[in-house]
């Protein structure tokens, strides 16, 4: 499945929220008639003809403005267009042109990547004849629409996949390109190394200086005749510690590594030991849907004694719970100790995300589960867990249907998952990404 990104970009209120938001079906964006509400870029997935299509929708560009919040949006958009494949350029249909708008379409033109114009507010047909008028920015081709209502919507949509020439359905396959392994973490914690190693040559340039990598870069081999594409990644740090519009750029693409990754190898300081910092990393990776494994780099400056490894994990799970379903190897790069085990661990990750249970098992899980411990009355409610199944994969995904689903505790779904892990294959189902339980 194809997985392409568009930039949404435009001057202030010319409904680039307004759209995003209706091909999300969901408010995900705020949406208001004053300028410069959204600042950061959004991400979200849109699924058309079999193709999977990332939106980033962006703040109002405003070219000629110094003011310090209108800058930031620009480095913002600007990222934005770096990292899209198509830019959907935004203009308002009720408005002539303004001189943001041809000024924007001077940057539109220079950027090199494929762009679309799209003449927002024509609300109907008569209001089609505006886009007329916007002829006049020099890019083509040229489409109205209605984010208010829908309108065309569609056809935009289909537009976009012929520009990128993506016209026919994809077909699904998830092994066509084999596996895609993202190695994240914090600066100098060795993700290079590690890939060096795995590659058993110099791929990657390695350094003790922190920021060395400054892009993803992707390297393909062979694990028992599966292809497996290792994408090393810039460190990913705060926004507050980026000091560059380079290092900015390489937090983007870092993060759109995780994007399109199958798992996520995340790399921490075994010497600086599990930080907030790498915490914060491994929740976007959970997140974002992703299979996971936690890498501890560096083994060998660590003074050890029998326990140390079981110790290391424990303290880890104590202070951050949602980590503790996720497999912790203990490697070193340098000296090259377990450095083999890393495959392995990814490769079963990536097949256990992609496993499905029977119906017929989860629901004679369910009635097990209610023998043992029933969900809770609440407000003199009696709750009924009726049917259970799973309705997706890759992240794992099991809907419970019920009488009551707002009056079920948080702490019952945790229990449901929890049980969950320990009743299918107990040795390896703790590797699955968190599952999700919905309650209908």
């Known amino acids: 499945m194809s997985n392409y990104q568009i930039a949404i970009v435009g001057r202030p209120n010319v409904g680039k929220s307004t759209f995003f938001n209706r091909l999300l079906k969901q408010r995900k964006a705020i949406v208001g008639s004053e300028e410069g509400i959204t600042r950061d870029r959004i991400y979200g997935e849109v699924e058309w003809s079999g193709h999977i299509l990332t939106f980033i929708d962006t703040g109002g560009y405003i070219p000629e403005d110094v ?112 596996m895609r392994v993202a190695i994240v973490g914090m600066p100098n914690v060795g993700k290079s190394s590690i890939t060096n190693s795995l590659l058993q040559k110099d791929q990657a340039i390695v350094t003790p200086i922190a920021g060395t990598t400054r892009d993803s870069i992707d390297s393909k081999l062979k694990y028992y005749n599966k292809l497996i594409t290792l994408v090393d990644t810039a460190g990913l740090r705060k926004k507050s510690k980026l000091d560059d519009n380079i290092e900015f750029y390489s937090n983007v693409r870092t993060r759109r590594a995780i994007i399109g990754a199958d798992v996520v190898l995340v790399v921490i300081d075994a010497y600086k030991g599990f930080t907030k910092q790498d915490k914060s990393i491994a929740d976007e990776v959970i997140n974002k849907g992703k299979g996971m494994a936690i890498i501890v780099n560096k083994w060998d400056l660590i003074e050890k004694e029998t326990n140390t490894m079981r110790d290391f994990t424990v303290e880890m799970s104590l202070q951050f719970k949602s980590l503790s379903h996720y497999p912790v190897l203990f ?54 867990l009726k049917y259970m199944t799973q309705v997706s994969s890759a992240p794992h995904l099991f809907v419970i249907f019920t009488n009551y689903p707002k009056l079920i505790p948080s702490s019952y779904k945790r229990f449901v998952e929890n049980q969950l892990r320990g009743n299918f294959d107990p040795v390896s189902y703790t590797h699955l990404t968190l599952p999700t339980i919905y309650s209908v």
């Open 331 to 384: 490697i070193s790069a340098k000296t090259k100790q377990r450095i083999s085990s890393i495959l392995k661990i990814a490769n079963q990750v990536h097949d256990l995300r992609l496993t499905s249970l029977g119906t017929s098992d989860l629901n004679k899980f369910l009635q097990n589960i209610l023998k043992l411990q029933p969900p809770p009355a609440t407000r003199g409610k009696a709750i009924s």
């Open 67 to 178: 003011d310090v919040f209108n800058s930031a949006v620009r480095v913002q958009a600007l990222a934005a267009v770096s990292e899209s494949d198509l830019i959907l350029f935004m203009v308002d249909g009720k408005n002539d042109p303004t001189a943001s708008d041809k000024s924007l379409a001077r940057l539109v033109r220079q950027s090199g990547k494929k762009f679309i114009l799209a003449v927002n507010k024509c609300d109907s047909l008569n209001h089609d004849e505006q886009v007329y008028q916007f002829h006049e920015l020099g890019i083509d081709p040229v489409y109205p629409l209605s984010a208010l209502n829908g309108r065309l919507t569609g056809d935009l949509l289909d537009s976009i996949l012929e520009k990128l020439e993506i016209n026919a359905p994809a077909e699904i396959n998830d092994h066509e390109d084999g």
